[in-house]
């Protein structure tokens, strides 16, 4: 039973225009919600993060969007670059401070073409 | 100056043998976790510690016994190994911050033979 579903194993995008990831969810018990990139050998990276009692956040060129209605939601990256080439993973969180459990999406792998 | 650590990188064995996976972070967080991500590249949570306490433990088999000497270890042994237990194992640490945001060790590659 898959809580946190990431559709489209792969994406790729043109060098400066945007990317979009996107990521589902069955559980409205999530109350934060997680992109990590991941280069190959290495461990994920945190990108960014948003709290189900917002619909956007924004960093940089990274935006994330909140649909909860739909359960959905999405990572944009504008531009894209070449170096944003990699592995990008939804999660979800559930719990309380210090006990919060992460449940992890299968990954979407991202190309930007130079 | 690595901010969390794992050793060893790869790890090959035989069915059946005992083995140890080490974690340290140098953050000074409270929280640490271990994950395993399996072929299909599912990243699935095991375990989590605060404070060298166990906190979740994800219906992980007895053989896994995570570790937590002090509050920047956290280890793994894995007894009787096994051919399905042939996967990734990422160590994490998190400060627990309102962005949630966890900081991942390098991965350590388990082939079970």
Redesign the interface.
């Known amino acids: 039973d898959q809580q946190v579903k990431q559709n489209s194993p792969s994406l790729s995008v043109q060098e400066g225009r945007i990317s979009i990831l996107n990521c589902d969810y069955t559980n409205s018990m999530f109350d934060y919600f997680l992109w990590y990139k991941k280069y190959p050998a290495e461990g994920p990276t945190f990108l960014i993060s948003i709290s189900s009692i917002k619909d956007k956040n924004e960093d940089g060129r990274f935006t994330v969007f909140l649909n909860k209605s739909a359960k959905h939601l999405s990572l944009h990256i504008v531009p894209s670059q070449p170096g944003d080439s990699a592995v990008y993973f939804c999660a979800a969180s559930v719990g309380t401070s210090g006990t919060y459990k992460y449940i992890f999406g299968t990954g979407t792998r991202l190309k930007v073409l130079a | 100056d690595t901010a ?1 650590s794992q050793t060893p990188k790869y790890l090959v064995t035989q069915m059946g043998n005992d083995k140890s996976i080490k974690c340290e972070q140098n953050l000074g967080h ?2 640490m ?1 271990w ?1 395993k991500q399996d072929s ?6 095991m375990f ?1 510690y ?1 404070n060298k306490e166990l ?2 433990n ?1 219906t992980v088999p007895n053989r896994f016994s995570p570790k937590s000497p002090d509050k920047a270890h956290l280890n793994l042994h894995i007894n009787s190994l096994e051919l399905g237990d042939s996967a990734v194992y ?1 160590c ?1 640490s ?1 400060p ?1 911050t ?10 350590t590659r388990l082939t079970v033979l």
Do not use: M
Not at chain 2, 40 to 45: M, P, V
Not at chain 2, 98 to 107: A, C, L, N, T, Y
């Open positions: 969390v409270d929280t976790y994950y299909k590249k599912f990243l699935k949570i989590s605060n906190i979740i994800e990422f994490a998190s627990l309102v962005s949630h945001e966890q900081f991942f060790g390098p991965g």
